[in-house]
């Protein structure tokens, strides 16, 4: 995968995450995933629920899934080594470094690993990176994902889910205007050219993720229950279930 493609290549973790918690839709999301684990760790597992997060970037959603439970233990995968770093600075500012395994490398090819070690997880999480990935990819990803989840294994996905393209293409628009709002005044102007023309490729027919089309390829390719809970014309959290038989 082009590297160009899922990285900002500006990142700068600082100012990543000053423009991440200044959109009302982020914390929204990762408030309402990280409800999720904690409600299903008192409720349906015996024991502290085994949990992948895909695409952790800079450890915001990490910290937080960390902290919903005492025996969570979560493996938090992403490609980039300097979000990685951040990452582990915020775990260990937290004190949070032991419940949270950080490894480097590429979803798929780490999906496939586990998938040939027979490692089986309860609970896969992923904020904001499923918009990365093409069709094919996302695709791939599922289907493994189907492989390393146990039975009634849970899938929860946070990230841009428009209801159709004239929902996506206006709640793209306000996206950008929001960008220009936030890093306009912080004068991250090298930032902000890396994040609306990243929003654009986000829009691309390839890579934009409408709802109803990712509903039906999670259950394509196996998961169940598969549920929608909308928390703005663009961003919403789809989640699913592996069948108990
Ligand atoms: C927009 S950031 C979201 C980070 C974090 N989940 C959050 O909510 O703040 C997407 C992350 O996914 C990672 N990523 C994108 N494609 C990836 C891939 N193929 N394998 C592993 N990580 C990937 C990027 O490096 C980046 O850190």
Redo the contacts with the bound molecule.
């Keep these: 995968?082009d590297d160009s493609r899922?990285?900002l290549k500006e990142l700068n973790c600082r100012s990543?995450d000053k423009i991440?918690n200044a959109q009302d839709d982020?914390r929204a999301a990762?408030d309402l995933v990280s409800g999720r684990l904690a409600a299903l760790s008192g409720q349906e597992l015996r024991r502290g629920p085994a949990v992948v997060?895909?695409?952790?970037?800079?450890g915001?959603?990490t910290c937080q899934l960390a902290e919903v439970t005492q025996s969570v233990r979560i493996t938090a995968?992403?490609?980039?080594e300097r979000?990685l770093n951040c990452a582990e600075r915020k775990l260990a500012s937290k004190s949070l470094v032991g419940k949270v395994s950080l490894v480097r490398?590429?979803?798929?090819t780490q999906l496939q690993a586990w998938v040939g070690e027979r490692r089986y997880w309860d609970v896969v999480i992923?904020?904001?990176?499923f918009h990365?990935?093409d069709i094919e990819?996302r695709t791939s990803v599922l289907t493994l994902l189907v492989g390393i989840l146990g039975r009634g294994g849970q899938l929860i996905i946070?990230d841009y889910f428009p209801r159709d393209v004239i929902a996506g293409t206006a709640a793209f628009r306000m996206h950008v205007r929001r960008l220009f709002d936030i890093m306009a005044p912080l004068g991250e102007l090298g930032l902000l050219r890396e994040w609306v023309s990243h929003t654009i490729e986000d829009m691309a027919p390839s890579r934009i993720m409408y709802e109803d089309a990712a509903i039906r390829s999670m259950k394509d390719v196996g998961f169940a229950a598969v549920h929608c809970d909308r928390l703005s014309e663009l961003t919403a959290v789809i989640s699913g279930k592996i069948p108990l038989r």
């Design positions: 995968m899922v990285q990543y991440c982020y990762l997060e895909l695409g952790c970037g800079t915001e959603c995968v992403d490609c980039d979000a490398a590429d979803a798929m992923s904020t904001f990176t990365n990935w990819y946070a």
